[in-house]
């Protein structure tokens, strides 16, 4: 499974990933797929420890991406079913999807926000990205 992004922009992930390497990594993910796939692989096949937070929304495709990391005890794909597997949700505030990475108390290395609501999943960001994080 391929992330559903231009080639550039896929290296310029995994140089970022790259450059924090040398501890263990905490990743976060908001809107899992492709790329939740493509980068623990990489992760895996540069021996670069990591801890990968995914949070999904749609059901049917948290089922799908969670086959293909099911293998994988440092990915962990967190679902909250918004009952509305609609593109635009004006009406769902998902305020558990957005707000349940903070209540884990920790400080993410690389936060990569691809999912619903994401002006809402950046301010959130901001507040728990490690000071020499990425947030992309």
């Known amino acids: 499974m391929k992330p559903l992004m231009f080639d550039g922009e896929i290296r310029a992930l995994e140089r970022a990933l790259l450059s924090l ?4 990594l905490r990743v976060l993910e908001w809107g899992s797929g492709g790329s939740t796939v493509h980068f623990t692989r990489f992760l ?7 801890e990968w937070t995914s949070i999904e929304y749609n059901k049917n495709w948290f ?4 086959v293909e990391v099911a293998d994988d005890p440092h990915t962990k794909l967190v679902l909250f079913d918004s009952g509305n ?7 769902n505030t998902m305020d558990e999807y957005v707000n349940y990475p ?3 108390g920790k400080k993410f290395d690389f ?11 950046l301010l959130t960001a901001k507040e728990i990205v490690s000071p020499h994080g990425f947030v992309f």
């Open 111 to 121: 936060i990569l926000v691809d999912g619903r609501k994401r002006r809402r999943c």
């Open 63 to 66: 089922e799908r991406v969670n």
């Open 102 to 104: 903070a209540a884990l």
């Open 21 to 24: 390497s040398g501890r263990p």
């Open 85 to 91: 597997n609609n593109i635009l949700q004006p009406d």
């Open 44 to 50: 895996r096949e540069h021996n670069i420890p990591y």
